[in-house]
């Protein structure tokens, strides 16, 4: 692997949590290590099966401010980590925030204020029945 993933509450719950652009391209090699990451989770998942909480929450609530988050993504080489960043409104999920760019990435997601917020991934690549990826995480505004 190189070492290179806005909801309001008011009143009962309104929504929109808004994807920022990713933060690199895939042009060139990325580091996590070099990011001043502040929180680092080293984890694995079964290939090709959706699943919730791939960043070690079940759910992420925000606090009164709005919040953008940084996420730097080491996943083995060859493989793709689709991840889906989804918000809840009226008990219905909204998909808010798709990247299915393969390899490691960096990318922004921003939360409004009083939100909360689920984060979904699929991993696939070579064959195997389990894959190891590393999370890192920091939060870039408030």
Known sequence: MKRTVSVF???ILGATLTGVSPASAA?????CSSGEYTRIRESFVPTNV??????????????????????CLD????STFTIEV???????PDETFV??????K?????L????FWQIYGTLTGPDSTFLYYTWHEKKIAA
């Open 9 to 11: 509450i008011a009143g």
């Open 27 to 31: 042009t060139s090699p990325i580091d």
């Open 50 to 71: 959706e699943r919730p909480a791939v960043d070690g929450f079940a759910y992420r609530f925000g606090g009164p401010s709005p919040t953008t988050y940084e996420v």
């Open 75 to 78: 996943v083995p080489d060859g």
């Open 86 to 92: 989804r918000s809840w409104s009226n008990g219905s």
């Open 99 to 104: 990247d299915d760019r393969p390899g490691d």
């Open 106 to 110: 960096v990318f922004r997601y921003s």
């Open 112 to 115: 409004g204020a009083n939100g």
